[in-house]
């Protein structure tokens, strides 16, 4: 999986955006192998998001991806360590360069059509209908 993402990143490397996406890839990569396959999570940056009941699955690694952040934590700065309440999600540092790198995308995106530089004008109304979009999906999320 990583082979094909790396090869679509390096096919795109035109866009400078995605080396935040590199970025946070490596840093999610470093603290995940470091950790032995397991995403630390931590504890109470889950309910300061809202999340409640994980408790027990992390501590018994029932969950194949994560594990509950302790003193054995490896890297525990890089895990998901900080929370965002508005979305109930706790995220690590990888996880908001990786998002940074794709909305920088879609907006290199926006302002280009066909190798070309759109004016001014249209490429901030292109920006700005992309950010409605996406608050208006965060709104209407359950």
């Known amino acids: ?79 998901d360590v900080i929370p965002l309440p508005p979305l109930g999600k706790a995220v690590s540092l990888g996880d908001l360069f990786i998002l940074a790198g794709i909305a920088g995308v879609v907006v290199e995106g926006a302002l280009r059509v066909g190798g070309r530089r759109l004016p001014l004008r249209q490429a901030a109304l292109r920006v700005l209908a992309f950010l409605l979009l996406v608050f208006l999906l965060l709104a209407l999320r359950p």
């Open 1 to 79: 999986m990583l082979v094909l993402v790396g090869y679509g990143l390096y096919q795109n490397r035109h866009l400078k955006s995605l080396y935040l996406v590199v970025l946070g890839l490596g840093l999610n990569t470093m603290v995940i192998v470091a950790n032995s396959g397991h995403m630390p999570v931590s504890l109470s940056a889950l309910k300061r998001a809202g999340v409640e009941g994980w408790e027990d699955i992390l501590k018994t690694r029932s969950d194949a991806v994560h594990s509950l952040l302790d003193e054995y934590t490896r890297l525990p700065f890089l895990g």
